[in-house]
């Protein structure tokens, strides 16, 4: 139809009514305080559940909707897979699988971070920086690199003890030792305090 105009069309020749019947000044005081609102209200929508409460409740909120427990079982058992691949001298391809799975875990938990807690937070972050170098360095090695190998080893060493004092530092938090098992308990049973 001639003349005929689409919805779009008549939304904009609205705001542009309605943008010329403001007055200027009132707009230039108004447009600082606007954006000052409109940014408090969008960080407000922003608080996670893990920044409210005593420091207890902030690490069991994290642990539970970041599966922290979870996390660190995983590469513990990750841990126990690479060193069982090389001791029975598995083949390069297996041997980078799991490694590369340790690499990758490592990778997931360290974007879970940050923590609740800083201590926490650079436990895990040097844990899983380890955790991450091992399994690099050990899937550039599966052919046979020694010194990578070795490499990896250490990480892998210092990964876990990094892991364990996290764990404690959970506890000492928490009261709670926390579940690090990759198998889930069943709905209620009440023995994880981190379960979601």
Known sequence: MPGARTLRGVALDETARCRDRRPRRRLRRAGPLAVVVAVAVALAGCTAAENVGSPAQRVTTWMTSGSGGATIGEL??????????????????????????????????????????????????RAYTHEFDAGVECEQAAGGGRSQLARSAANRAAGLALLEQAVRRVTAITGHVPSTTTTTLPPGSGSDPFAG
């Not at 841990?79 to 699988?97: G, I």
């Open 76 to 125: 513990e058992v990750d841990n126990r897979n690479v060193a069982s691949a090389l001791a029975r001298h598995d083949s390069p391809a297996e041997v980078r699988a799991v490694c590369d799975l340790l690499a990758t875990d490592a990778a997931t938990g360290h974007g879970n971070l940050p923590t609740p807690d800083q201590q926490l937070t650079e436990l895990l972050d």
